[in-house]
């Protein structure tokens, strides 16, 4: 399996930014998928999550309302639209296949 993370940046705060993974796993569509970030001297913490086929999404409280989580299973895609950014988002977003399967991350840096 691989994940591949892309559409990362610097952006202004107030900004936008959309991720993608991309996975090579043929059984995409079985998996529950995660997007996780890790700022410098934090632990890596969830951000949101999607069910197999997208029926049910889970955002932390510090993203809720300003970020959505989305997948296409045609494409073996998971989304991560980010509005709204904040200084405080800055981090090195991953996204996670399943419960074990991480790409190797992707930076967004918000700063003005």
């Known amino acids: 399996v691989q994940l591949v993370e892309s559409g990362g940046g610097l952006v202004q705060p107030g900004g936008s930014l959309r991720l993608s993974c991309a996975a090579s796993?043929?059984?995409?569509?079985?998996?529950?998928m995660s997007w996780y970030r890790q700022a410098p001297g934090k632990e890596r913490e969830l951000v949101a999550s999607?069910?197999?086929?997208?029926?049910?999404?889970h955002y932390a409280d510090s993203v809720k309302g300003r970020f959505i989580i989305s997948r296409d299973n045609a494409k073996n895609t998971v989304y991560l639209q980010m509005n709204s950014l904040k200084p405080e988002d800055t981090a090195v977003y991953y996204c996670?296949?399943?419960?074990?399967?991480w790409g190797q991350g992707t930076q967004v840096t918000v700063s003005s």
């Open positions: 996670k296949l399943g419960n074990k399967h």
């Open positions: 999607i069910s197999s086929f997208g029926g049910a999404t």
């Open positions: 796993a043929f059984t995409f569509s079985r998996y529950d």
